[in-house]
């Protein structure tokens, strides 16, 4: 029996559907375009191009092409989600709404929290009252793990959430609510999804505030000693970016009444330690590269570090039939691969 995304591909392909996604250029959306093109959607990407690149775009155009789908590009469009006349125009003729355009850094939030309340909160507001107005099909939003805050426990469970720990946290916290009152209110479908640690190609590895898989590749791959804080045994949950596309086309076209105005956390369901992540990615960069990858220089711990997160998934396949298709490992050789 197909699988709930085998048979979304089945649905999609020959029945274009046209789609948006703001932040289509960066880490996560130029992966969900890639799999649009792929299927032969018609796809608007909105994007101020802060994180994203328009070469990202290129190679989601490609990597389509080579898979079997169409060669055309996603139509661009260069601008805001915290200018309100913009999200109104781009949004009119969109049958779905993937939402990733957002400040991403925990950190930097931490430094600019205005920043964060006009782009996160603002912004994403801007999106459901032009969602709303365009009366389309589905509005799925990204949130993030962050929202769990300080709340002890080894499985996240949706329903339990702690206290936000940065400005960033609190705006996805904001986001939810939000989404949940217009399906409430207005009868708008939306779906969040709570992002765990997303990895893949197309990952920034530069700046200080990069994710520890492509920072980790980067160093490797040249040589230099990788640091971790802490004896190495902290753990995370870590999916593959192909994973979080498959969420977030599933929670696009569901027809699952029970998943609106609903969030969901979406991870591969299992944690992985830091010592653990080193010994795949020295194999992996060994193995491609032929670089000798010296042993990890331990550090201290850092102030305010979560010993352990894992996401419990069990909400995100009952509902929506998710059903990861990668572990890490395998998800590393291809993120390996792809730097």
């Given at each position: 029996?197909?699988?709930a995304?085998?048979?979304?591909?089945?649905?999609l392909?020959?029945?274009?559907?046209?789609?948006l996604?703001?932040?289509?250029?960066?880490?996560?959306?130029?992966?969900?375009?890639?799999?649009?093109?792929?299927?032969?959607?018609?796809?608007?990407v909105?994007?101020?191009l802060?994180?994203g690149?328009k070469?990202?775009?290129?190679l989601?155009?490609?990597?389509?092409a080579?898979?079997g789908?169409?060669?055309r590009?996603?139509?661009?469009?260069?601008?805001d989600?915290?200018?309100?006349?913009?999200?109104?125009?781009?949004i009119?003729?969109?049958?779905y709404?993937?939402?990733?355009?957002?400040?991403?850094?925990?950190?930097?939030?931490?430094?600019?929290p205005?920043?964060?309340h006009?782009?996160n909160?603002t912004?994403?507001?801007?999106?459901?009252?032009?969602?709303?107005?365009?009366?389309?099909k589905?509005?799925?939003?990204a949130s993030?793990?962050a929202?769990?805050?300080d709340?002890?426990?080894?499985?996240?469970v949706?329903?339990?959430i702690?206290?936000?720990l940065?400005?960033?946290?609190?705006?996805?916290?904001?986001n939810?609510?939000e989404?949940?009152?217009f399906?409430m209110?207005y009868?708008l479908?939306?779906?969040?999804?709570?992002?765990f640690?997303?990895?893949?190609?197309?990952?920034?590895?530069n700046?200080?505030y990069?994710?520890?898989?492509p920072?980790w590749?980067?160093?490797?791959?040249?040589?230099?000693?990788?640091?971790i804080?802490?004896d190495g045994?902290?753990?995370?949950?870590?999916?593959?970016?192909?994973?979080?596309?498959?969420a977030?086309?599933l929670?696009?076209?569901?027809?699952?009444e029970?998943?609106?105005?609903?969030?969901?956390?979406?991870?591969?369901?299992?944690?992985?330690?830091?010592?653990?992540?080193?010994?795949?990615?020295q194999?992996e960069?060994?193995?491609?590269?032929?670089?000798?990858?010296?042993?990890?220089?331990?550090?201290e711990?850092?102030?305010?570090?979560?010993?352990?997160?894992c996401?419990?998934?069990?909400?995100?396949?009952?509902?929506?039939?998710f059903e990861?298709?990668?572990?890490?490992?395998?998800g590393?050789?291809?993120?390996?691969?792809?730097?």
């Amino acid at each position: 029996m197909p699988s709930a995304y085998q048979s979304l591909k089945s649905d999609l392909k020959g029945n274009a559907q046209h789609w948006l996604v703001t932040g289509g250029a960066g880490f996560i959306g130029s992966h969900v375009v890639e799999r649009l093109l792929r299927w032969g959607q018609r796809v608007t990407v909105l994007d101020d191009l802060s994180a994203g690149r328009k070469e990202n775009l290129q190679l989601a155009a490609t990597a389509a092409a080579e898979g079997g789908g169409t060669l055309r590009m996603a139509h661009f469009v260069e601008g805001d989600i915290t200018d309100e006349q913009k999200c109104l125009h781009v949004i009119q003729g969109m049958d779905y709404v993937i939402h990733l355009a957002a400040m991403g850094s925990v950190p930097t939030s931490m430094e600019k929290p205005d920043q964060c309340h006009d782009t996160n909160v603002t912004g994403t507001l801007n999106m459901l009252l032009a969602a709303k107005k365009a009366a389309v099909k589905r509005f799925v939003f990204a949130s993030s793990s962050a929202v769990y805050g300080d709340i002890v426990a080894d499985a996240k469970v949706e329903r339990n959430i702690g206290r936000p720990l940065s400005p960033y946290a609190a705006s996805k916290h904001v986001n939810e609510i939000e989404a949940q009152c217009f399906f409430m209110a207005y009868g708008l479908q939306t779906v969040g999804l709570r992002f765990f640690n997303v990895f893949g190609p197309r990952q920034n590895p530069n700046g200080a505030y990069a994710a520890v898989i492509p920072q980790w590749i980067s160093a490797m791959k040249a040589g230099r000693n990788v640091f971790i804080n802490g004896d190495g045994e902290n753990t995370r949950d870590f999916c593959f970016v192909r994973d979080v596309v498959q969420a977030l086309l599933l929670a696009a076209t569901t027809e699952n009444e029970a998943a609106y105005g609903e969030v969901f956390n979406v991870g591969l369901g299992k944690a992985t330690s830091l010592n653990e992540l080193f010994a795949v990615l020295q194999t992996e960069v060994q193995s491609q590269t032929g670089v000798e990858v010296p042993g990890p220089v331990f550090r201290e711990f850092r102030p305010g570090d979560i010993r352990h997160s894992c996401a419990d998934v069990t909400k995100v396949k009952e509902l929506l039939g998710f059903e990861p298709e990668y572990t890490v490992a395998k998800g590393l050789k291809e993120t390996v691969a792809g730097y």
